[in-house]
Nanobody, 131 residues
Framework: QVRLVESGGGSVQAGGSLRLSCAISGYTYRTYCLGWFRQVPGKAREGVAT?????????SDSVKGRFTISKGGAMSTLSLQMQMNSLKPEDSAMYYC???????????????????????WGQGTQVTVSS
């Protein structure tokens, strides 16, 4: 059974940094699409960053240059991270990791615009940035 468990959220002042982690277990495929999303109550979920099994990354314009997505681990246990620097109050949200563990490059790009990743979600971790 696939499990995604986030950690690393918290409260920080504007300009500070946080590092989010997501432990992904229970998969066996060699190719996959992973990502981070965020959501503020009353607003639509927003894609923040994606990374595929070949380490291709994408970022939303709002976080480009400030956030860095990365991954680690090996078969059946993946770890997904996101280093968030120069945080702003508008970055405050619940952050979710997501995984598409059946994705392959021939299925289309691993991007939010392509509707990926989708399939498995974590429970979320709260990030609060104060001014």
């Amino acid at each position: 059974q696939v499990r995604l468990v986030e950690s690393g959220g918290g409260s920080v002042q504007a300009g500070g940094s946080l590092r989010l982690s997501c432990a992904i277990s229970g998969y066996t495929y060699r190719t996959y699409c992973l990502g981070w999303f965020r959501q503020v109550p009353g607003k639509a979920r927003e894609g923040v960053a994606t990374i595929d099994s070949d380490d291709h990354t994408t970022y939303s314009d709002s976080v480009k240059g400030r956030f860095t997505i990365s991954k680690g681990g090996a078969m059946s246990t993946l770890s997904l991270q996101m280093q968030m620097n120069s945080l702003k109050p508008e970055d405050s949200a619940m952050y979710y990791c997501a995984a598409d563990l059946y994705w392959a490059p021939g299925m289309g790009p691993c991007t939010v615009e392509a509707g990926r990743p989708n399939g498995h979600w974590g429970q979320g971790t709260q990030v609060t940035v104060s001014s």
